[in-house]
Each structure stands twice: as structure tokens, then as C-alpha cells.
């Protein structure tokens, strides 16, 4: 289990820079923006290292105060998550003492410099050691009491530090609120769902205490060596972990040790106020933990609010929406439980949907929704979908090999996020479809779909992984975030006649499901993220016809009359409201101008006006650079290290912002989000491809993921272009580098952009590589379109392009056509019949040098002989002449304009 404070680091982190807003979610940043402010300087805070005392053991720990405090602020306990320490959380943490809050960051027992073993949130262990933490700040003077010991606190944390929260709030009555995040409710139900081993997570989260033992966490003081299959872990719980993975099904022993470190058995005692945010893409405690945890704590009367967001344990950094909603919600549900400042921020619920993704760099946007009130995994309403197919055959692997693959637990949320389950496959022979009827309306499902199915097996068990697809019109599925459904069932019979149905209720999903798409449910029997059986048997099953969807309609976050609402909740006064106001307009006007197209360069690919990037630090990556892409060239952008090749690409996809400057693409003012942007494809930050699909798989995946149409794609002209042959149906793994390049060039050429840029496309490619892409560069600006390409190959360059941008030092020191940047050579290539005769004639006509190049190759330096009595003296004497063309030697007129800066430090 990796440190993913998802929510909150979203939450407290500084406005994202390349996600792109739909002009609804611009709305929410404004009013994020207005209770949040700006990200605080370092002089707002200070910190003080510290180590201070557990219950048992002595904790790694650091306390931020807020330089400005007018006498004692509240705290916040803020815990981090599995394998993490307090520098996981260090960004939060400055955040929030940026805010006005004294902020107590630590590392927990059994990692890093802290000293002790992992019991996993042990209300005897590491909840006593949070315990000793809260006396700490009530004995600091500059923390606000309650009471003698009782300091005003919050606890936050996510996943590890999430469950902490919960338990010492149900613990110890100091705390005051909680936001707890994408955490668990039940350790049994999140380890063993259905009664089936969640191998894949297990081995992650107890990996990771393993490598504590071995110093991998920082390998300072307290790293007890232990068990070498124990790692830091106490003894009890690396037994229940060997018992479960051993045998697959938790004893006794090990069900009483996982739930007595989860918050189901106390939430009946937790009197704190709780926002409890969870993650829709997250294999390892999905929707339906904080389902649990909702309901439960709500049942005393508790305060409780719930948000979903899209994100999780799998689901990567998230988008700016996203970031702005949970933003505003933990700023709001701090500032009234811990300052008194606002109105209660009441139980309304917010979620939200993936709207589809950025045209500037394919991530995901999404839309924010609210509703009145939580509505559980049921939705407000449902859609029943009639499934078809008959009763089948599948087969159960012995030992799970091979298995289908749902999720990789650690390695999922490093994959892009677009791929929205793309990463999911099933093997032939192990698996049965049930699939619905082409949709005639979209359905907007939220919450855990629910179905019947009938099984039969041999041996009168069985163990099955239940699936809800999204087909689209081209055939192509989507798992939604690899969720999936284990169930054990037993006293099954041989016969699928005498079967009786079993209810099964999937993961809850947030996915609009659109008209034209049909829904496949898959019933499989292996999965490589769990523990199956280990002999070979067939089972036969068979799903009822009726899928039940729960959707939800909510009120858009973007409304105004939503944006009113939540300004007037309390957090702000009249005063930022106007500015507020102020600002909407400002940003209205300024978008209408960055729409409207400028007429001279409407017909222009690119044209690129005192471009200038500098940062925070005072170092200034691109001084002013200007120069312009027409349509059919081919424009290489050359300078030494440092120059800012990269740093201009950047901008121009949107990677980075410029300080100055304005870059238009056909007249249209760029800008995030630009529609325009769908006319430019790109490779700038190098590619990567899932190793078990093919080559036209991972470009499928990446087209579906765009969510433009399939026949927009043009798949089979980008792939004639690429030149990739019968290779793009091997599996990506056994590609060669060469291979994996023209993949990627192949994958920016989807849809045949107008305007293709490329940062050293033939980036360790060998010598026939590099030929064949200057082929492909070539053949692709044609009809219209042009390519601008990074490249220290200058060779290359003057042999592919047409035009060439000489930058250095940020600045442009040459532009125009290649052979205009070259001038007059001295020089001329012949290819001959006879190389040593031609060699002593020309040796004998005077000229400066002359050197071979391959079998029928020359270089001469003329010297000033004319070129009509070199091939006159070689033809007089029966030499063939086949070919006399200008030395060109692009990489003298480079040295001459960029001196001895050609050795930079790198580009940033």
C-alpha cells in the first residue's frame, strides 16, 4: 500500500498547472480560489524537528506554526499513509499552517526514523501513540485548549492515515473533526471481499514493511531488524498475513486481529464531525468502504459529509476540478469545527464524472455534481438493462495461471489514468459474456450495480470474478477502474438446472455509459490480483437477464446558483465575493479574446510570438523566441543543452505556462483546453505502452481514451505512414526501441493532425532506424500538414527538414530554410564509378581535399575549381559521374552561430 494521501494532497496543493478546465470547472477554481487564496510563501510558517514519545515507542516527528498567528490557532494531527513518514505529507502540511493552523506531522511506529513495530492502526499501538501526540500540542502554548489537555484538534490522513483518524476519534473525544480519505472500513472486507484473497494488495502493503526492515525507508534510527519475512511488522500480524496468504481464507485469529484495526466495530463511538472523501478508481478500498463508514458514524448523529471524487489508490494525480472541489471542502469543514468561522457546512454530497479528456494532454476532465443529501451505493434511481447469452462453460486455471488481469496493485496508478481500465484483460476459455442491447440514452451510473447469476461446479465450490464492461460501438471494453467482484460460493450442484440465482452486487462505479454502448457482464475465474484455487476444474454459470444500474442526476457544481451557495456558506465575506465577481469577468473577456481567431495566421499551423518562460527562482529557461510552422514543412528546432528546445515544446503543449508571449495554432490564440488543440498531436515527454497488449491494442486503448469516434481516427493511414507493418500486432514487450518510437509517432499521428511535434523523435534509434523515420516525417507532411521536431542529430536534420529554428540561450539566432542557414558550400558529394582514379584526378586538378564515403562516394572541398571542369576532367578520363550535388554541413553553420555554448547544462 503506497502513500497516497490522494485527496488531501490534492486538496492542499497548489493550483495544477496542466490540467485543463471545461469553463464550468473555471468556475469552481474561482471559488477555490476565494476561501483558499494562494499557496502560502515558506516565511509563513516555521518548523521545528522533533522526537517525541508514543505510547511505547519514540516517533519521528515535525511541528509547523503559522508565522502570523495573533495568539493561539487550533491543530491539526496530520497522519500519513502506508510506507510513508512525515515528509509524505510535508506539502499538506505547509498548506495548512499557511492557513492559520499549528500542524503536527510525524512518522509512524515501524517506519522510517521512527522506532517500533507495525501493528496496522492498533488502537493498543499506534492509536495510543496519536493519544500521546494530542497531550503533546494541549502542552504547547501556542495551541488553542478546550480544556486542561485538551487541545482544539482535527485529525487528517488518507489510506493508513485515514483509519487512524476514524479510531482515534472514536478513541479519544479530544478530537474535534476528522477528515479521513481513502481509507478502510473493515480490513477483513478490503482484504478478503466475497471470501477471496486479495493476494496482489496484501503482498504490496506487507512488501512495503518488509522493506523498512531492510532500511529501504530511510535507514535511520529504530530499524529493528526482524524476521526477515516480517520486516517490521509484529509478530501477530506477519502471522495473519503468511495464514491468509497460505491458505487464502483468514482463521479466526486473523478476522479478530484485521477488525480490531478497523473502524466498523467503533464508529458507533466517533462524536467528531467527519468528511470522509473517497475514491472512485481504487481497487484496494473502494466506494463502498466510506459507504460503511458513513452510514455507521451517521447512525449517532454525528455530523457526516461524503464526496467521491476520481480518483484513489489506482487512479494517478487526479484533475484540477477534482483538486478545486476537495479543495474547497476540507478548507470549509476545518475553518467551522476548528475556528467557528461559517455556517455548518452541512450533509449535502458531491461527486463527480469523467467528461472526457484534455485535448492538450489526453488527462482526464471531469465535471463536479452536488446532491441534497448522501444516497448511499443505491443512487437515486435505476436503469434495468436485459442481458443475453446462455449458460456456459469455464475453465479455473490450476494455481490462477493464467490469470486475468483487472488491476496491478502499484503499478496501475503509475500507467496513465485515461486508460480508465484499459489495462483490463481476460483469457479465452476461462471467462463467459453476458451482453445487453445497444443503449438508446446514455445512462449516468452511480453506485454498485447489482445481479444474479447460477453456478455449478464439480467439487461443489467455486470461486468467480464477477465484471461490468462499457462496450463501445467499435467493440472496445472498458473495466471501470479494474473493479471487480469476487465471490466464493459453495454447496454448489453439478447441474446448472439445479443452480439456485445468488445476488451479487459489483464495486460502485461513477461512469456515464453512452447511447450506442452496450453493457457485458463477465463472470471469469481467474484474476491475477487474488488468490484461486489451486486444482484445475470447469464450472458452468449462467447470469439472470436482469442488470440493475443505480444512476444519480445531480445539480452541476458549475451552476451559478451552486458557486452562490457555496460562497455564501460562510468561509468568506461580502468583500472577496465582489472580487470573486470580479475576477469571473476578467477571466469571461479574456477566454472571448482567446477564442476569436486571428485572420493572417488562420490558414498557419503555428506561429509562435516573444515566447518567453521564466521561474520562480529567477532562472529564465527561454529569453524571447519567435518563428513560424506554414503547412508542408518540415521544421527542426536545434540548439545545445540548456538552449530551450524542451522548455518551448513544453509550453506549446501546454506543459508549462508561459511567462510572456502568444503562441497561435491556424489564428486560434492558444491557450488550455483550446479546442483547436485537437488539431495537434504530439510526443514530448517520451511514450509508454502497456508490455501485455499489442501495438494496435495500446493504440486502440489510447484512441478510446480521447473519446473522439473511432472513424476519426484513421487508424490505417497513420499506421501506413508510421510504416509499422504486421508489428503492430505483437505485443508491445518484445518491441525493440526503434519499435517502441515508431509506436508512439504512429500513436500522435492518430487522426492525422494538421500539425505534428516531435522531441527527438530519433532518440536511440540506430543508423537504418534513423533513416526510416526521416522517411516517415517526410511522408507525413503532405496534403496540408507540417511537423516541428526536436533534434541534437543535426545531420539528420539537414537531410529531413525543410526549414530549421537555431536557438541558444533562449533566444534565436538563425531561422529559415535549411539551406539558407548553410549558405554557399565549398564543399560537393559525388558518387563515381572508379573512387581511387577519381581520386588522383582530382587530386591533380588542385582541389583542397577529397575523402570517401562509402563504396561510390566522395567529398571534395573544391578550393574554387568550378564544378562543370570537375565532372568535365572525370568523364574525359571514362570516369562515371552518377551524382554531384552541394556539401551541405548544417553542423558548421550550427558551431558558427551558437560558439562554445554548443555544452549546456541541460534543458529545463
Not at 471481499?193 to 529504530?222: C, D
Not at 483538486?323 to 467557528?340: E, P, V
Request: proline residues 6%.
Amino acid at each position: 500500500m503506497p502513500d497516497l494521501t490522494a485527496g488531501l494532497r490534492r486538496a492542499l496543493s497548489r493550483l495544477p498547472r496542466r490540467r485543463v478546465l471545461p469553463a464550468a470547472a473555471a468556475l469552481v477554481v474561482l471559488a477555490g480560489a476565494a476561501v483558499w487564496a494562494v499557496r502560502p510563501t515558506p516565511d509563513a510558517w516555521t518548523t521545528e524537528d522533533l522526537r517525541l514519545a508514543g505510547a511505547d515507542v519514540e516517533l519521528d516527528a515535525r511541528f509547523y506554526l503559522p508565522a502570523d498567528r495573533d495568539g493561539k490557532v487550533p491543530a491539526v494531527l496530520l497522519a500519513h499513509g502506508f510506507g510513508g513518514s512525515k515528509e509524505s505529507v510535508r506539502d499538506d502540511a505547509e498548506s495548512l499552517a499557511g492557513r492559520g493552523y499549528a500542524v503536527l506531522t510525524y512518522t509512524a511506529r515501524g517506519f522510517g526514523r521512527s522506532t517500533g513495530q507495525i501493528h496496522l492502526d492498533s488502537p493498543d499501538h499506534e492509536v495510543k501513540d496519536a493519544q500521546k501526540l494530542l497531550d503533546w500540542l494541549a502542552a504547547r502554548p501556542e495551541v488553542v485548549t478546550d480544556g486542561a489537555g485538551d487541545p482544539r484538534v482535527a485529525a487528517v490522513g488518507g489510506s493508513y492515515g485515514g483509519a487512524l483518524a476514524l479510531l482515534l476519534a472514536a478513541q479519544d473525544q479530544r478530537v474535534d473533526a476528522i477528515v479521513p480519505q481513502i481509507t478502510w472500513n473493515d480490513l477483513n472486507q478490503a482484504l478478503v471481499p466475497g471470501g477471496v484473497f486479495k493476494k496482489a494488495w496484501a503482498g504490496y502493503f506487507f512488501g512495503n514493511g518488509g522493506a523498512s526492515a531492510l532500511g529501504l525507508m530511510g535507514g535511520g534510527r529504530g530499524q529493528e531488524q526482524g524476521d526477515p519475512a516480517c520486516g517490521r511488522f509484529a509478530e501477530d500480524v506477519c502471522k495473519a498475513y503468511l495464514q491468509m496468504a497460505t491458505t487464502g481464507i483468514p482463521d479466526e485469529t486473523t478476522r479478530a486481529l484485521l477488525l480490531k484495526s478497523s473502524p466498523a466495530t467503533v464508529l458507533d463511538r466517533i462524536k467528531a464531525p467527519t468528511l470522509l472523501i473517497q475514491g472512485a478508481v481504487d481497487t484496494l478500498f473502494p466506494l463502498s468502504e466510506a459507504d460503511a463508514n458513513a452510514k455507521g458514524i451517521a447512525a449517532t448523529g454525528t455530523p457526516v459529509r461524503v464526496a467521491w471524487f476520481t480518483g484513489g489508490h489506482d487512479g494517478g494525480a487526479g484533475p484540477a476540478s477534482d483538486s478545486d472541489r476537495l479543495k474547497f471542502l476540507t478548507a470549509q469543514w476545518l475553518d467551522h469545527y476548528l475556528k467557528g468561522e461559517g455556517e455548518a457546512p452541512g450533509d449535502d454530497f458531491t461527486f463527480s464524472r469523467v467528461a472526457g479528456f484534455s485535448a492538450l494532454d489526453r488527462g482526464l476532465v471531469t465535471n463536479g455534481y452536488s446532491t441534497g443529501s448522501y444516497p448511499g451505493l443505491t443512487g437515486t434511481g435505476s436503469t434495468e438493462i436485459t442481458l443475453q447469452g446462455r449458460a456456459q462453460p469455464i475453465a479455473n486455471p490450476p494455481n490462477g495461471n493464467p490469470g486475468a488481469i483487472s488491476s496491478m496493485p502499484g503499478i496501475t496508478s503509475r500507467l496513465s489514468s485515461v486508460l480508465s481500465g484499459g489495462v483490463a484483460m481476460d483469457v479465452p476459455g476461462q471467462h463467459a459474456d453476458f451482453e445487453s442491447a445497444a443503449l438508446t440514452a446514455p445512462v449516468e451510473v452511480a453506485g454498485a450495480p447489482a445481479v444474479r447469476l447460477r453456478a455449478a461446479s464439480p467439487t461443489g465450490e467455486a470461486i468467480l470474478f464477477v465484471k461490468l464492461y462499457d462496450v463501445d460501438a467499435n467493440g472496445s471494453a472498458t473495466l471501470s477502474a479494474g473493479l471487480v467482484a469476487p465471490i466464493r460460493l459453495t454447496g454448489l450442484p453439478a447441474d446448472i438446472n439445479a443452480a439456485q440465482p445468488v445476488s451479487v452486487t459489483l464495486p460502485a462505479i461513477v461512469r456515464q455509459i453512452e447511447a450506442g454502448h452496450t453493457v457485458r457482464v463477465t463472470v471469469a475465474t481467474s484474476d491475477q490480483a487474488f488468490l484461486t484455487p489451486a486444482q484445475p476444474a470447469t464450472y458452468t454459470v449462467a447470469v439472470e437477464p436482469a442488470l440493475t444500474l443505480p444512476t444519480l442526476t445531480g445539480t452541476p457544481i458549475a451552476d451559478p446558483g451552486s458557486i452562490w451557495w457555496y460562497v455564501l456558506a460562510g468561509v468568506i465575506g461580502v468583500i472577496l465575493l465582489g472580487l470573486a465577481v470580479l475576477l469571473l469577468i476578467s477571466r469571461i473577456r479574456h477566454r472571448r479574446r482567446d477564442v476569436a481567431v486571428v485572420e493572417e495566421h488562420a490558414d498557419t499551423p503555428l506561429v509562435v510570438n516573444g515566447l518567453r518562460k521564466a521561474y520562480g527562482d529567477g532562472f529564465v529557461a527561454v529569453q524571447e523566441i519567435g518563428f513560424t510552422v506554414e503547412r508542408g514543412q518540415v521544421v527542426g528546432l536545434l540548439g545545445p543543452n540548456g538552449a530551450g528546445k524542451t522548455t518551448t515544446l513544453r509550453v506549446l503543449m501546454g506543459l508549462t505556462q508561459p511567462t510572456a508571449g502568444e503562441i497561435y495554432v491556424f489564428g486560434h490564440r492558444l491557450v488550455p483546453g483550446a479546442p483547436i488543440l485537437s488539431r495537434v498531436g504530439a510526443l514530448v515527454e517520451g511514450p509508454g505502452f502497456l508490455p501485455h497488449l499489442s501495438g494496435a491494442e495500446n493504440l486502440r486503448a489510447y484512441w478510446q481514451a480521447t473519446g473522439r469516434p473511432w472513424a476519426d481516427a484513421r487508424f490505417e493511414e497513420a499506421l501506413e505512414i508510421a510504416g509499422l507493418g504486421d508489428s503492430v500486432h505483437r505485443k508491445t514487450r518484445k518491441y525493440s526501441h526503434g519499435m517502441r518510437q515508431r509506436l508512439a509517432i504512429a500513436q500522435a499521428m492518430l487522426g492525422l493532425p494538421e500539425l505534428l511535434v516531435l522531441d527527438e523523435p530519433t532518440d536511440g534509434l540506430d543508423p537504418p532506424q534513423i533513416a526510416e523515420m526521416r522517411r516517415v516525417l517526410q511522408r507525413y507532411a503532405t496534403d496540408g500538414r507540417a511537423v516541428l521536431v526536436s533534434s541534437h542529430l543535426l545531420a539528420e536534420v539537414e537531410q529531413t527538414c525543410t526549414h530549421a529554428v537555431v536557438v541558444n540561450k533562449g533566444r534565436i539566432v538563425a531561422s529559415g530554410p535549411v539551406s539558407d542557414i548553410v549558405g554557399d558550400s565549398p564543399s560537393v558529394q559525388l558518387d563515381v564509378s572508379d573512387v581511387p582514379a577519381a581520386t588522383r584526378i582530382l587530386q591533380d586538378l588542385g582541389v583542397a581535399s577529397v575523402k570517401t564515403e562509402g563504396a561510390s562516394g566522395l567529398i571534395v572541398d573544391m578550393n574554387g575549381t568550378a564544378r562543370s571542369e570537375v565532372v568535365a576532367s572525370l568523364v574525359e578520363a571514362g570516369i562515371g559521374v552518377d551524382r554531384l550535388v552541394p556539401r551541405r554541413r548544417l553542423e558548421d553553420a550550427f558551431l558558427s552561430l551558437v560558439g562554445d555554448n554548443s555544452r549546456g547544462s541541460g534543458d529545463r
